[in-house]
Antibody
Framework: DVQLVESGGGLVRPGGSLRLSCAASGFTFSTAWMSWVRQAPGKGLEHVARIKSKNDGGTADYAAPVNGRFTISRDDSRNMLHLQMNSLKSEDTALYYC????????????WGQGNLVTVSS | DIQMTQSPSTLSASVGDRVTITCRASQSISSWLAWYQQKPGKAPKLLIYRASSLESGVPSRFSGSGSGTEFTLTISSQQPDDSATYYCQQYNNFPYTFGQGTKLEIK
């Protein structure tokens, strides 16, 4: 069975840092492009970061609201995805999903259960 | 970023009704459009990809159409289990932007 299990969320003060992790199993992680999608409480979905597979260059992309503050990385030897979040703001408060975001079909679209990050003083 | 606009924001329909949700992109995305279903406390689930292709395992009462900038999701005969929020999403350009969501309720 496919599993994406996020960890590392919690309460942090504005300006602080947090590192989210996602443990993947049940599919070939090394060939998957991986993303973080967040959802603020009661709001819609926002794609914030993506990292390509190493075969496809391994490059990372960031949405404008997090560019320069967040860093996505992967460890294919451990099937792990990470999101380092620095200079956190109250508007970063959200449930963060680890996902393959395989929107093109083919039964490769997998999501974690989400991990809550709360930025508040 | 490409903006995605859905209508309506909320929809109330009876069991057996035909339901249609519309999604508009701020620029042409060809057919790079997906529809997701999200139930409370759960992760989104892919229903439709490439505007009109049904993901494996999704009931055939769900269908999608459109290309360019105008798209629709149709449920041919709404069932109680379809009560959820539906999002369109473009995957033509990064970031893969979502519509604001349509909350579908059973009347």
């Amino acid at each position: 069975d496919v599993q994406l299990v996020e960890s590392g969320g919690g309460l942090v003060r504005p300006g602080g840092s947090l590192r989210l992790s996602c443990a993947a199993s049940g599919f070939t992680f090394s060939t998957a492009w991986m993303s973080w999608v967040r959802q603020a409480p009661g709001k819609g979905l926002e794609h914030v970061a993506r990292i390509k597979s190493k075969n496809d260059g391994g490059t990372a992309d960031y949405a404008a609201p997090v560019n320069g503050r967040f860093t996505i990385s992967r460890d294919d030897s451990r099937n792990m995805l990470h999101l380092q979040m620095n200079s956190l703001k109250s508007e970063d408060t959200a449930l963060y999903y680890c996902t393959t975001l395989c929107s093109g079909g083919g039964q490769c679209d997998f999501w974690g259960q989400g991990n809550l990050v709360t930025v508040s003083s | 970023d490409i903006q995605m606009t859905q209508s309506p924001s909320t929809l109330s329909a009876s069991v057996g009704d035909r339901v249609t949700i519309t999604c508009r992109a701020s620029q042409s995305i060809s057919s790079w459009l997906a529809w997701y279903q999200q139930k409370p406390g759960k992760a989104p689930k892919l229903l439709i990809y490439r505007a009109s292709s049904l993901e494996s395992g999704v009931p055939s009462r769900f269908s999608g159409s459109g290309s360019g900038t105008e798209f629709t999701l149709t449920i041919s005969s709404q069932q109680p289990d379809d009560s959820a929020t539906y999002y369109c999403q473009q995957y033509n350009n990064f970031p893969y932007t979502f519509g604001q969501g349509t909350k579908l309720e059973i009347k």
